[in-house]
């Protein structure tokens, strides 16, 4: 994320609260992460976090490797509490549509993303015997 420009990584952290509120819940795994993602980014504390509309974000993330690392950011995000809700699915799609990202590429995203997860999980056991 550090190959993001400051105003990518605040629309960023914009567009994450927008997936994880968009099933209507924020589950406190997904605040925890909200907020361990805003201190990778460097990102000052908020008090609250601005709904980001997805018109013109084409803009603020110009280049497909900017809006790769966004779009596996966010889809990661997604997997905090264990459920990809269809809420946060479909606004994802709707993201990567916005990106010129296609679908077949998407799934592509989504499953490398979730074997990293799944990785993650694995490792964390290990460690936790």
């Not at 420009?5 to 567009?15: T, Y």
């Not at 997805?54 to 603020?60: A, C, K, M, N, S």
């Not at 264990?82 to 679908?103: M, N, Q, R, Y």
Request: hydrophobic residues 45%.
């Amino acid at each position: 994320m550090s190959s993001l420009s400051e105003e990518q990584r605040h629309a960023l952290l914009r567009l994450a609260h927008n997936v994880v509120v968009s099933d209507g819940l924020l589950d406190p795994n997904e605040e925890g992460m909200l907020d361990e993602f805003r201190r990778e980014m460097g990102l000052p504390a908020v008090e609250e976090i601005e709904y980001l509309e997805l018109e013109g974000i084409g803009e603020v993330f110009h280049s497909r490797r900017s809006r790769i690392i966004a779009l596996l950011n966010l889809l990661k995000l997604s997997y905090a509490d264990g459920a990809f809700e269809i809420e946060e699915e479909c606004l994802l799609k709707e993201i990567s549509h916005t990106f010129a990202v296609p679908d077949a590429e998407f799934l592509l995203l989504d499953n490398w993303v979730k074997r990293l997860v799944s990785l993650e999980s694995e490792a964390l056991n290990l460690i936790e015997g």
